[in-house]
Protein backbone atom coordinates (compact mmCIF):
# COMPACT_ATOMS: atom_id res chain seq x y z
CA UNK A 1 0.00 0.00 0.00
CA UNK A 2 2.71 2.32 0.94
CA UNK A 3 4.38 1.65 -2.54
CA UNK A 4 1.49 3.45 -4.34
CA UNK A 5 1.52 6.67 -2.08
CA UNK A 6 3.96 8.30 -4.68
CA UNK A 7 1.73 7.81 -7.42
CA UNK A 8 -1.11 9.01 -5.87
CA UNK A 9 0.59 12.28 -4.88
CA UNK A 10 1.81 12.38 -8.91
CA UNK A 11 -2.18 12.02 -9.91
CA UNK A 12 -3.24 14.72 -7.37
CA UNK A 13 -0.91 17.45 -8.60
CA UNK A 14 -1.87 16.41 -12.21
CA UNK A 15 -5.14 16.97 -10.72
CA UNK A 16 -4.60 20.44 -10.08
CA UNK A 17 -5.16 20.27 -6.30
CA UNK A 18 -3.94 22.85 -3.99
CA UNK A 19 -0.64 22.80 -2.73
CA UNK A 20 -2.10 22.26 0.93
CA UNK A 21 -4.92 19.49 -0.50
CA UNK A 22 -2.35 17.36 -1.35
CA UNK A 23 0.25 17.71 1.41
CA UNK A 24 -3.29 16.80 3.71
CA UNK A 25 -4.39 13.98 1.36
CA UNK A 26 -0.93 12.68 1.31
CA UNK A 27 -0.53 12.78 4.96
CA UNK A 28 -4.27 10.68 5.20
CA UNK A 29 -3.12 8.01 2.40
CA UNK A 30 0.44 7.16 4.55
CA UNK A 31 -1.70 7.04 8.00
CA UNK A 32 -3.90 4.61 6.19
CA UNK A 33 -1.23 2.85 4.74
CA UNK A 34 0.66 2.07 7.79
CA UNK A 35 -2.80 0.87 9.87
CA UNK A 36 -2.96 -1.21 6.65
CA UNK A 37 0.65 -3.07 6.84
CA UNK A 38 -0.83 -3.76 10.87
CA UNK A 39 -3.53 -5.41 9.64
CA UNK A 40 -4.18 -8.84 8.46
CA UNK A 41 -5.07 -8.75 4.61
CA UNK A 42 -7.57 -11.35 4.62
CA UNK A 43 -10.17 -8.82 3.44
CA UNK A 44 -9.59 -5.21 2.97
CA UNK A 45 -12.87 -4.24 3.93
CA UNK A 46 -12.30 -5.59 7.44
CA UNK A 47 -9.32 -3.27 7.34
CA UNK A 48 -11.03 -0.24 6.46
CA UNK A 49 -14.01 -0.93 8.82
CA UNK A 50 -11.02 -1.27 11.92
CA UNK A 51 -9.82 1.91 10.62
CA UNK A 52 -13.03 3.63 10.37
CA UNK A 53 -13.14 2.67 13.96
CA UNK A 54 -9.90 3.96 14.88
CA UNK A 55 -10.71 7.16 14.10
CA UNK A 56 -13.88 7.20 16.36
CA UNK A 57 -11.45 6.41 18.91
CA UNK A 58 -8.68 8.64 18.53
CA UNK A 59 -10.75 11.69 17.20
CA UNK A 60 -13.67 13.43 18.98
CA UNK A 61 -14.24 16.10 16.05
CA UNK A 62 -16.97 14.50 13.72
CA UNK A 63 -15.67 17.20 11.23
CA UNK A 64 -12.19 15.79 11.28
CA UNK A 65 -13.14 12.31 10.80
CA UNK A 66 -15.96 13.35 7.72
CA UNK A 67 -12.21 14.84 6.03
CA UNK A 68 -10.04 11.84 6.70
CA UNK A 69 -12.75 9.54 5.59
CA UNK A 70 -13.12 11.64 2.22
CA UNK A 71 -9.70 11.54 1.84
CA UNK A 72 -9.62 7.58 2.40
CA UNK A 73 -12.35 7.17 -0.20
CA UNK A 74 -10.10 9.47 -2.60
CA UNK A 75 -7.22 7.20 -2.11
CA UNK A 76 -8.89 4.19 -2.43
CA UNK A 77 -10.67 5.46 -5.79
CA UNK A 78 -6.98 5.86 -7.21
CA UNK A 79 -5.97 2.63 -6.26
CA UNK A 80 -9.24 1.03 -7.33
CA UNK A 81 -8.68 3.06 -10.99
CA UNK A 82 -5.51 2.21 -11.42
CA UNK A 83 -6.66 -1.69 -10.31
CA UNK A 84 -4.03 -1.54 -7.54
CA UNK A 85 -6.83 -3.35 -5.55
CA UNK A 86 -9.94 -4.91 -7.40
CA UNK A 87 -12.98 -3.24 -5.06
CA UNK A 88 -13.87 -1.96 -2.04
CA UNK A 89 -16.65 -1.38 0.16
CA UNK A 90 -17.26 2.79 -0.50
CA UNK A 91 -20.75 2.48 2.27
CA UNK A 92 -17.90 1.93 5.03
CA UNK A 93 -16.53 5.81 4.28
CA UNK A 94 -20.02 7.24 4.92
CA UNK A 95 -19.72 10.65 6.51
CA UNK A 96 -21.24 10.97 10.20
CA UNK A 97 -24.34 12.78 10.12
CA UNK A 98 -23.60 16.35 12.02
CA UNK A 99 -25.86 17.87 13.87
CA UNK A 100 -26.79 21.65 12.67
CA UNK A 101 -24.57 24.48 14.12
CA UNK A 102 -26.41 26.19 16.82
CA UNK A 103 -27.41 29.82 15.63
CA UNK A 104 -26.51 32.20 17.79
CA UNK A 105 -28.64 35.07 19.30
CA UNK A 106 -28.56 37.87 21.50
CA UNK A 107 -31.17 38.51 24.74
CA UNK A 108 -32.56 41.25 25.30
CA UNK A 109 -30.14 42.55 27.54
CA UNK A 110 -27.84 41.75 25.45
CA UNK A 111 -29.06 43.19 22.24
CA UNK A 112 -29.66 46.66 24.72
CA UNK A 113 -25.92 46.82 25.61
CA UNK A 114 -24.80 46.42 22.08
CA UNK A 115 -26.92 49.20 21.15
CA UNK A 116 -25.54 51.01 23.56
CA UNK A 117 -22.11 50.66 23.74
CA UNK A 118 -20.75 53.21 20.90
CA UNK A 119 -23.16 55.75 22.27
CA UNK A 120 -21.63 55.46 25.43
CA UNK A 121 -17.72 55.87 23.34
CA UNK A 122 -19.21 58.61 21.61
CA UNK A 123 -20.25 60.58 24.84
CA UNK A 124 -16.78 60.16 26.41
CA UNK A 125 -14.61 60.47 23.51
CA UNK A 126 -12.47 63.66 23.39
CA UNK A 127 -11.03 63.98 20.11
CA UNK A 128 -13.17 64.76 17.07
CA UNK A 129 -12.42 61.75 14.81
CA UNK A 130 -12.64 59.06 17.61
CA UNK A 131 -16.33 60.82 18.21
CA UNK A 132 -17.00 60.43 14.45
CA UNK A 133 -15.69 57.04 14.63
CA UNK A 134 -18.33 55.65 17.75
CA UNK A 135 -21.20 57.39 15.98
CA UNK A 136 -20.11 55.73 12.32
CA UNK A 137 -20.20 52.17 14.43
CA UNK A 138 -23.17 52.77 16.46
CA UNK A 139 -25.07 53.88 13.35
CA UNK A 140 -23.68 50.62 11.49
CA UNK A 141 -24.74 48.75 14.41
CA UNK A 142 -28.14 50.32 14.16
CA UNK A 143 -28.60 49.04 10.95
CA UNK A 144 -28.17 45.71 11.12
CA UNK A 145 -30.01 45.29 14.20
CA UNK A 146 -32.86 46.78 12.97
CA UNK A 147 -32.77 45.80 9.28
CA UNK A 148 -30.98 42.55 9.60
CA UNK A 149 -29.58 43.57 6.37
CA UNK A 150 -26.15 41.47 5.91
CA UNK A 151 -22.10 43.06 5.90
CA UNK A 152 -21.84 42.64 2.08
CA UNK A 153 -25.58 44.81 2.05
CA UNK A 154 -24.11 47.17 4.06
CA UNK A 155 -20.79 48.00 2.49
CA UNK A 156 -23.36 49.18 -0.74
CA UNK A 157 -24.85 51.87 1.18
CA UNK A 158 -25.38 55.39 -0.16
CA UNK A 159 -26.84 58.79 0.63
CA UNK A 160 -28.70 58.47 -2.85
CA UNK A 161 -30.47 55.22 -1.41
CA UNK A 162 -32.18 56.71 1.15
CA UNK A 163 -35.43 58.71 1.01
CA UNK A 164 -35.46 61.39 4.00
CA UNK A 165 -38.75 62.14 3.85
CA UNK A 166 -40.38 58.36 3.31
CA UNK A 167 -37.61 57.02 5.81
CA UNK A 168 -37.19 54.29 2.85
CA UNK A 169 -33.93 52.58 1.93
CA UNK A 170 -32.67 50.48 -1.24
CA UNK A 171 -30.78 47.83 -0.56
CA UNK A 172 -28.55 46.17 -3.09
CA UNK A 173 -28.35 42.69 -2.81
CA UNK A 174 -26.10 40.49 -5.66
CA UNK A 175 -28.35 40.69 -8.49
CA UNK A 176 -31.28 42.48 -7.45
CA UNK A 177 -32.52 45.01 -4.65
CA UNK A 178 -35.59 45.77 -1.59
CA UNK A 179 -36.83 48.48 -0.26
CA UNK A 180 -37.04 48.55 3.46
CA UNK A 181 -38.32 50.97 6.09
CA UNK A 182 -35.74 52.27 8.32
CA UNK A 183 -36.89 52.41 11.94
CA UNK A 184 -37.26 56.31 13.39
CA UNK A 185 -34.35 56.06 15.84
CA UNK A 186 -32.22 54.79 13.13
CA UNK A 187 -33.20 57.15 10.84
CA UNK A 188 -32.30 59.98 13.30
CA UNK A 189 -28.99 58.03 13.95
CA UNK A 190 -28.25 57.81 10.27
CA UNK A 191 -28.97 61.69 9.52
CA UNK A 192 -26.82 62.96 13.25
CA UNK A 193 -23.75 60.27 11.49
CA UNK A 194 -24.26 62.27 8.18
CA UNK A 195 -24.34 66.11 9.50
CA UNK A 196 -21.24 64.73 11.95
CA UNK A 197 -19.41 63.28 8.85
CA UNK A 198 -20.12 67.02 6.92
CA UNK A 199 -18.73 68.59 10.33
CA UNK A 200 -16.05 66.96 11.13
CA UNK A 201 -14.52 66.04 7.73
CA UNK A 202 -15.61 68.89 5.20
CA UNK A 203 -13.60 67.59 2.35
CA UNK A 204 -16.43 64.36 2.35
CA UNK A 205 -19.25 66.39 1.49
CA UNK A 206 -19.67 64.99 -1.84
CA UNK A 207 -19.19 61.67 -1.15
CA UNK A 208 -21.74 59.44 -1.58
CA UNK A 209 -21.10 56.32 0.18
CA UNK A 210 -22.41 56.20 3.91
CA UNK A 211 -19.57 54.16 5.84
CA UNK A 212 -16.04 55.98 5.17
CA UNK A 213 -12.54 54.83 6.15
CA UNK A 214 -10.29 56.64 8.04
CA UNK A 215 -6.35 57.70 7.97
CA UNK A 216 -5.61 56.51 4.79
CA UNK A 217 -8.79 55.53 3.54
CA UNK A 218 -10.00 58.74 4.74
CA UNK A 219 -12.93 59.20 1.92
CA UNK A 220 -12.89 55.52 0.87
CA UNK A 221 -15.88 52.84 1.40
CA UNK A 222 -15.19 50.36 4.34
CA UNK A 223 -15.27 46.91 3.01
CA UNK A 224 -16.59 43.21 4.85
CA UNK A 225 -13.46 42.75 6.43
CA UNK A 226 -13.85 46.43 8.08
CA UNK A 227 -17.15 45.42 9.38
CA UNK A 228 -15.86 42.50 11.16
CA UNK A 229 -13.16 44.22 12.90
CA UNK A 230 -15.44 46.74 14.30
CA UNK A 231 -17.73 43.56 15.93
CA UNK A 232 -14.28 42.37 17.02
CA UNK A 233 -13.63 45.46 18.76
CA UNK A 234 -17.22 46.11 20.25
CA UNK A 235 -17.04 42.20 21.35
CA UNK A 236 -13.97 42.87 23.84
CA UNK A 237 -15.40 46.33 25.13
CA UNK A 238 -18.70 44.55 25.68
CA UNK A 239 -17.32 41.18 27.28
CA UNK A 240 -19.26 38.63 25.20
CA UNK A 241 -19.41 37.62 21.18
CA UNK A 242 -21.16 39.63 19.02
CA UNK A 243 -20.87 39.43 15.80
CA UNK A 244 -23.16 40.35 12.37
CA UNK A 245 -24.48 36.83 12.25
CA UNK A 246 -25.76 36.49 15.42
CA UNK A 247 -27.16 40.58 15.41
CA UNK A 248 -28.81 39.48 12.19
CA UNK A 249 -30.36 36.20 13.53
CA UNK A 250 -31.58 38.12 16.69
CA UNK A 251 -33.74 40.06 14.04
CA UNK A 252 -34.52 36.75 12.32
CA UNK A 253 -36.05 35.12 15.39
CA UNK A 254 -37.48 38.65 16.53
CA UNK A 255 -38.99 38.80 13.14
CA UNK A 256 -40.54 35.44 13.30
CA UNK A 257 -42.79 36.31 16.20
CA UNK A 258 -44.18 38.95 15.03
CA UNK A 259 -44.82 38.57 11.19
CA UNK A 260 -45.52 35.87 8.25
CA UNK A 261 -42.90 33.57 6.64
CA UNK A 262 -43.70 35.26 3.43
CA UNK A 263 -42.94 38.91 4.61
CA UNK A 264 -39.80 37.92 6.68
CA UNK A 265 -38.31 36.18 3.14
CA UNK A 266 -39.37 39.12 1.50
CA UNK A 267 -37.34 41.55 3.91
CA UNK A 268 -34.55 39.72 4.53
CA UNK A 269 -33.68 39.27 0.58
CA UNK A 270 -33.05 35.49 0.83
CA UNK A 271 -33.00 33.73 -2.81
CA UNK A 272 -34.88 30.80 -1.37
CA UNK A 273 -37.65 30.38 0.51
CA UNK A 274 -36.09 27.06 1.99
CA UNK A 275 -33.26 28.49 3.15
CA UNK A 276 -35.18 30.92 5.47
CA UNK A 277 -37.58 28.06 6.96
CA UNK A 278 -34.81 25.78 7.71
CA UNK A 279 -33.39 28.76 9.61
CA UNK A 280 -36.55 29.07 11.19
CA UNK A 281 -36.42 25.83 11.78
CA UNK A 282 -33.06 25.49 13.83
CA UNK A 283 -34.16 28.97 15.96
CA UNK A 284 -37.37 27.52 17.11
CA UNK A 285 -34.91 24.24 18.19
CA UNK A 286 -32.82 26.11 20.24
CA UNK A 287 -35.41 27.82 22.34
CA UNK A 288 -37.03 23.73 22.88
Known amino acids: ?18 EHTIKQYENDAKQFANFFHEQPKED ?48 LLHPIQQMPEKLNTLSEQQLI ?19 WLAMRNLAITHAIATLGIKPAELVKMKWTHIDEDTHQIVILQRNSYRT ?12 QYKEETHKFFPQLDNVEELWLGVGNKLGSPITVKTVERIFQQLSK ?24 LEDIYIQLGYARKGVLAERQHRLHQEEL
Open 1 to 18: MKKYIPAYKAYLVSARKS
Open 237 to 260: MIGFKISCTNLRYTVINRLMQEAE
Open 44 to 91: INEVIQNYVNDLHEKYNSKSSINRKLAALKAFLGFLLSRQYIESFQET
Open 180 to 191: LQLPTDTMQILL
Open 113 to 131: EVLACWEKYYRIAEKDEHK
